[in-house]
């Protein structure tokens, strides 16, 4: 099997630790939220993604993030963890057609726009399909990823925010006091065949409680989740 080796090189501000995930051979249950503090329906939301710490399944067969957008900066309260390629992003799903159209609070579930949220309904079950097993291990700034796969694909690393909270002082949630789960604070894509070799120097800081590592991948310019694995940072 070819094994193309990537060295990168990640700056970001504060000390990382040691963690090692790996993923159960079928597809892991990624859920995507895009969600602003900016967004007077995004809170009920946002307590809903936290919900998801207590569930067994997280981390295992589950994995939840939360992808603040900065479209609705301009209505007062600039959204402190929202990135304007968060917002691109979520436009890709749409040009990508898993996603009808850019709206907050959205959900992809499986890859695939989630409405269910909105009535109360369960998450989907774990997908059927068994594309492998995803494994990562972080020995002090050192991130090796391993996919048993000769095809080219996109590892993507980002670090969740965990515990986060904003006193809100403007727009249509001013005089709220909010908290947020899972909040992708970076996120980095590079591509290889089976192996990747990184080094993350740092992590981002943004007073979280705790921080986890989630890992993904898909096939180059696509937004298909193929596999997933995460976990909390010591």
Not at 31 to 37: A, F, I, Q
Not at 167 to 175: H, L
Not at 198 to 216: C, F, G, S, T
Request: proline residues 5%; contains cysteine.
């Amino acid at each position: 099997m070819l094994r193309l080796m990537l060295f990168v090189v990640c700056l970001l501000p504060a000390q990382i630790s040691a963690l090692e995930i790996t993923s159960t051979a079928s597809r892991t249950l990624v859920v995507e939220l895009y969600t602003s503090e900016g967004c007077s329906s995004c809170p009920p939301a946002d307590k809903w993604l936290s919900s998801l710490k207590s569930d067994s399944r997280l981390f295992k067969t589950l994995l939840p993030l939360a992808f603040h957008v900065d479209y609705w900066d301009q209505l007062g309260w600039p959204d402190p963890y929202a990135k304007a390629a968060y917002s691109e992003r979520q436009r890709e799903l749409v040009r990508q057609g898993l996603l009808s159209q850019v709206y907050t609070p959205g959900l992809v579930v499986n890859s695939r726009e989630w409405r269910g949220w909105f009535n109360g309904q369960s998450l989907p079950k774990q997908p059927l399909s068994e594309p492998g097993i995803l494994r990562a291990e972080l020995n002090n700034n050192q991130l090796s990823i391993f996919f048993d796969s000769d095809e080219t694909l996109t590892a993507h690393i980002a670090f969740l925010g965990m515990g986060l909270s904003s006193e809100v002082e403007a727009g249509e949630n001013r005089g709220r006091s909010l908290v947020h789960d899972f909040v992708v604070l970076d996120k980095r894509a590079f591509d290889g065949q089976g192996e990747w070799q990184l080094v993350l120097d740092e992590r981002p800081e943004a007073e979280q409680q705790e921080m986890a590592l989630a890992v993904w991948l898909t096939k180059p310019g696509s937004l298909s989740v193929i596999q997933a694995a995460g976990g909390y940072l010591e």
